[in-house]
């Protein structure tokens, strides 16, 4: 049954447009702080934190914390499921925000 749970949460942090973007967002860019992505996104830190916690929850994203900020990346490695899953959200025509950067540049 675990298998069954871990592919619904993975399709089902997939069901929302605004998911969809901040993947192949941060694939973009790179890691990004949470506050580079309420700038960039216009969101509030509340619903974009559900946001990313659905995605890391379900296996696309890792989550650092740098001092008082908390950056997220692409997970690696990655299934091929869900590397499939984001080969193709690559090649979707999405409409991007620009990349507002707030927090200073971060080594992770």
Known sequence: MEAMEDFLKTVGALYDETRVKLLKFIELYGPLCVCDLEASFKMTQSRL????????????????????????????????????????????????????????????
């Open 49 to 108: 934190s559900r946001h990313l916690k659905i995605l890391k929850d379900a296996g696309f994203l890792r989550a650092q914390r740098s001092g008082r900020w908390t950056y997220y990346a692409i997970r690696a490695p990655m299934d091929r499921f869900r590397m499939e899953a984001l080969k193709e959200i690559r090649t979707m025509p999405l409409k991007l925000p620009e990349l507002e950067k707030i927090s200073k540049e971060c080594e992770i």
